[in-house]
């Protein structure tokens, strides 16, 4: 199949084009670096010219309320309209775990409104809801810091490694469109502030890690399992203890 990846020259959609080429797809990585701009729908319709699925792993540059609204609500209504054009077959989207969960969080609330406009385009579709990938960690814990003070929620955390996210990913876009979404994680779930702490000293980090009932997480408190998949959800295979970014 013709399966263009949008946002794939980033992190995951640089690794979910090379597995679909590895599983003998043609995978198109689409993004401002390779002419495709969905936010002004430059180079869309060539891009899409003969595809049978996309997936959309793009992600807003800013994570300022108004902005991440407008680049999720706009670059996926032109993507949509760009499908609807072509006949494509089936839109992928990844999204996040607990979008519905935390309505105070603005990155939650804008990729919420991303999914109702692909559940209501018409168009054949499936999401996947990703925990935090492990390559985030050292970002959460630098946007987690007070003082020198690693301030961190005693809730549930379970983290995936971006090649088990990659492979879901692709595993659900080759298959038939879900008309719904499936939530994919880590092989292991921790209490979050025992995770950073670990994690922080693996990397050699002197920073403290404190645990605080009201810490936020980019800007909002959560609750015990808003970060955490429900029953069913599929586990990736790489623990964190194993994965190479793992190291000072």
């Not at 969080?105 to 990938?133: C, M, W």
């Not at 630098?142 to 088990?164: K, M």
């Not at 000293?201 to 015990?224: I, L």
């Amino acid at each position: 199949m013709k399966i263009v990846v949008i946002g794939g020259t980033g992190l995951i959609g640089s690794k979910l084009v090379a597995w679909l080429e590895e599983q003998g797809h043609e995978a198109v990585a689409a993004s401002p670096k390779t002419g495709v701009n969905t936010l002004t729908g430059e180079g869309l319709a060539e891009a899409l010219a003969g595809a049978h699925v996309v997936i959309d792993v793009s992600n807003s540059p800013s994570f300022e309320a108004a902005e991440v609204r407008r680049f999720f609500e706009t670059s996926t209504g032109n993507l949509l309209t760009a499908e609807a054009t072509e006949g494509v077959g089936h839109h992928v989207a990844l999204s996040v775990v607990g979008t519905g969960r935390t309505p105070t969080n603005d990155y939650f609330t804008a990729k919420r409104a991303q999914e109702q406009l692909i559940e209501n385009s018409g168009i054949p579709f499936s999401i996947v809801h990703a925990t935090q990938f492990f390559e985030f960690v050292r970002g959460i814990a630098d946007e987690s810091t007070q003082d020198g003070q690693v301030r961190i929620a005693p809730v549930l955390f379970q983290p995936i490694a971006g090649d088990d996210v990659a492979e879901a990913v692709g595993r659900v876009a080759v298959g038939t469109p879900l008309n719904g979404g499936v939530e994919v994680a880590g092989p292991e779930q921790y209490r979050m502030d025992e995770f950073f702490r670990e994690a922080l000293a693996s990397y050699g980090d002197p920073r403290e890690v404190v645990t605080d009932p009201h810490a936020r997480y980019f800007g909002t408190e959560v609750t015990e399992r808003a970060l955490v998949p429900g029953e069913g959800a599929a586990l990736g295979r790489i623990r964190y203890q194993d994965w190479p970014g793992n190291k000072p």
